[in-house]
Structures are given as structure tokens and as C-alpha cells.
């Protein structure tokens, strides 16, 4: 009867010191590292679920309508420690994804619900070399050439054009002008016959000449700034070509 005894309170105390260690694995934290969780694994343990699940419902916390949940979480995820868990290549795949939308939303995109159209310019690619390399470049390079001669007759013709409407108008712009200053000038010579008043009249005439060049020369700068768009528009209609 002792032995039994002793044998049940053997099994017992085995028992204890089981659920003792189990009580203590419940309390330890799970590391998140390749041994517990490796890459090759096909069915995923229930450990590695509820943890992938709890991320997820992090990240959805991590919103930037809940800026409380922000703070508490980025006390107890670190950038760097999220950054060197998405890079280590051998960690389950599942749980690196489940890593990289957490970071997501607490730390690179804090306002998800204003989305923002970028330029995609930065895109990674291969290039292979080929053998019709040369010749797909020297295609290129005549079809840049006859483009440019094109744009180039083109830019003559506006010009051309654009002269050929200034010598037809310039003539019905400055003809009334001189006969203005003519009839003004015989006007002042047979009214005013005084050498002061003649004086103060040329003045007068002197500041009107000097506002009607200079209307002239301003009309000329105009000119010149609608030959620069023009050039500036066919030179970007030619770039646009070419890409």
C-alpha cells in the first residue's frame, strides 16, 4: 500500500511540475524568429495563425483616425525591429506581409483614407541586351531626323507667315500716326508764332514721338515672346514624339 502510494503521489507531482512548465511557456512571449516560424512550412501551426491575426487587427488600429492606438503601438513595435523582421527572407511569408501592412499604416502611410496619385517613375526592370540593339538604334535615330525636318519647315512657314503679316499691317499701323504728327505740325506753325510757345509745342510733340516709339518697341517684344512660345510648343510636341 506504501508503494502505491508513493507511486500515485509520484504521478501527481509529475503532473504538477507539467502544467507548471506549460504555465510557463504560456507566459514567455513568443520570438518572432525563422526557428519558430520557417519558411518552409506548408500548414501553418495555430501559433503562427493567432499571431498573424493579431497583426492584422494591430494594423487596423493603427488607422490615423485612432491616434491613441498609434502611440501605444509604436512603443511596442519599433521601426527597426519590423524593418529586420520583413527583410529576414527566412521568416514564413505570411507573417512578413502580415509585418509589412502594420508598418504601413503606423508608420509610412498615417493618413490611408486620402489617397494620393504618384507618378510612377521610379519602376525597378531588367534590361537585357540584344543583338538588334544597334539597329533598333539607328531606326530610331532616322526617324528623329526626318521628325526634326518636318518641325523645322513648319517653324519656317510660321515665321513666313507671321512677316508676312506684319509688312501687310505695319504700314495701315504707322500711316495714320504720321499724318497725324503732320497735320499737328502745320497746325502749330500757323496758330503759334512765338519763339517760347513754338519751344513748349516741340516739347510736347518730343514726349508724344518718344510714347509712340516706345509702343512701337513693345509691340516688337511681343513679337519676339510669340516666336519663343511657338518654338517652345513644336519643340515639346517634337520631344513627346520621340519618347
Given at each position: 500500500i506504501e508503494q502505491i502510494e508513493e507511486e500515485q503521489k509520484d504521478q501527481k507531482k509529475q503532473q504538477n511540475n507539467k502544467i507548471k512548465e506549460e504555465e510557463k511557456k504560456e507566459?514567455?512571449?513568443?520570438?518572432?524568429?525563422?526557428?519558430?516560424?520557417?519558411?518552409?512550412?506548408?500548414?501553418?501551426?495555430?501559433?503562427?495563425?493567432?499571431?498573424?491575426?493579431?497583426?492584422?487587427?494591430?494594423?487596423?488600429?493603427?488607422?490615423?483616425?485612432?491616434?491613441?492606438?498609434?502611440?501605444k503601438l509604436q512603443q511596442e513595435f519599433l521601426f527597426e525591429d519590423l524593418t529586420r523582421l520583413i527583410f529576414d527572407h527566412r521568416l514564413h511569408l505570411e507573417l512578413r506581409s502580415a509585418l509589412c501592412g502594420l508598418?504601413?499604416?503606423?508608420?509610412?502611410?498615417?493618413?490611408?483614407?486620402?489617397?494620393?496619385?504618384?507618378?510612377?517613375?521610379?519602376?525597378?526592370?531588367?534590361?537585357?541586351?540584344?543583338?538588334?540593339?544597334?539597329?533598333?538604334?539607328?531606326?530610331?535615330?532616322?526617324?528623329?531626323k526626318e521628325n526634326l525636318s518636318q518641325f523645322q519647315y513648319l517653324i519656317l512657314d510660321c515665321l513666313s507667315h507671321i512677316e508676312t503679316f506684319l509688312v501687310q499691317n505695319s504700314p495701315k499701323c504707322i500711316s495714320p500716326q504720321k499724318s497725324q504728327k503732320q497735320m499737328a505740325l502745320k497746325r502749330t506753325q500757323t496758330i503759334l508764332a512765338d519763339d517760347k510757345k513754338e519751344n513748349i509745342l516741340k516739347n510736347v510733340l518730343n514726349k508724344t514721338l518718344f510714347h509712340q516709339q516706345f509702343a512701337l518697341y513693345s509691340s516688337m517684344y511681343y513679337i519676339k515672346l510669340i516666336y519663343i512660345i511657338l518654338f517652345y510648343v513644336l519643340f515639346r510636341l517634337f520631344q513627346n514624339m520621340i519618347i
Open positions: 507566459e514567455q512571449p513568443i520570438i518572432l524568429n525563422h526557428q519558430y516560424f520557417p519558411k518552409y512550412l506548408k500548414t501553418l501551426p495555430k501559433d503562427l495563425l493567432y499571431i498573424i491575426n493579431e497583426i492584422k487587427l494591430y494594423k487596423n488600429l493603427s488607422l490615423s483616425r485612432n491616434q491613441n492606438w498609434t502611440k508598418i504601413l499604416t503606423l508608420y509610412v502611410d498615417q493618413e490611408p483614407l486620402k489617397t494620393q496619385k504618384i507618378p510612377q517613375i521610379c519602376r525597378v526592370y531588367k534590361s537585357k541586351f540584344s543583338r538588334n540593339s544597334k539597329k533598333k538604334s539607328r531606326n530610331v535615330t532616322q526617324i528623329c
